[in-house]
């Protein structure tokens, strides 16, 4: 018997998370139509000063130019395809590493040692493949597809949501954060993030530290913008660990793969899934203050997440993944409260209604 096709109201079959050929189609249907997070403004300040990172096989870079706006480009040579960049650095020029064919920071070709006098040679038509580029909040953003509509189309609204929550977003800094690999699919993760169904059996210390669970709903953020929109009230007295007194918590899950999390007080962080196969995926936390700066008491707040809610989940996720490959999991009904709250799933559904408008068309 063929397993049932996805429904509302129900957990997809394991195939979503495991099969190759269904991880193709997500990935040509969404995750290469999708805004994918780069670094953040602050992590390339001058001229000159480039980020590389990938896109699952597609490696791309962000490079700061000299009228200081950005520009992002394929990372590959297009001469015989070497990468031309890697990690972080800053250059005036950007030279292939292979046969030293140079380029401008806005991708022209400049130089290509040997080629001087060749007939068929026309430097002036060689060129970096340039990648759409868009910013939120100082964050900065990378999408394949030259027909995206902007960040401000895909998510309306939710800037002025960041800025209200947190007004100094602008002037923040990448202060640090940490990168592991999950043994999952990239969407176990993000339904994991997205769903505090489990907080109160899994994350007490998260529970009791950093928000209050009674307060906890996520909710989508509107009918045009595909963002999950996570708030609950802050945690005080004696089991807060830090003071949380200044304001509430508010997370924001901009589909597929990102999230700017403000914990109470203003304390900026961030969640980023890259998927690297169908069972593996990367992912990123960083941290954010007002001068790049980690005072102890970010310090302690950042180690506490680190060894219990960020472990706890790494655990969940890979377990989750193993089940879905079962030959035994049979999907249930999701758990819906139509009023919202901690005990409902009623993101996971809004998720897998996101995943099948993008990939039936
Ligand atoms: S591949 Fe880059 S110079 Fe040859
Ligand atoms: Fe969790």
Redesign the pocket.
Known sequence: MNEPAATNGQALPGRYYTDPTLFSAIKEGLLYKSWHFACHESQIPETGDYFAFSIMDQDVFVVRQKDSSLRCFYNVCQHRGHTLVEGAGRANLLVCPYHAWSYALDGRLRGAQGTKGQANFDRSRICLTEVRLDRFCGFVFANLDPEAEPMSEAFPGVESAVRALAPDIEERVYAGGHEVAESCNWLVAVE??NECY??KM??RTFSSGVIDPGSYDIQAFSEAAKCLHHTAKAQSGDTAWYDTSRSDYGSFFLWPLFSLQIYPSGLVNTYHWRPEGVGETTIHRGWYSKDGVIDDAMQRVIDLDRQT?FE??LE?VKRVQRGLASRGYRPSPLVINPEGGIDSEHSIDKLHEWLMEAIDG
């Open positions: 994991n993030y489990h907080c899994v994350h809610t706890e989940d969940l």
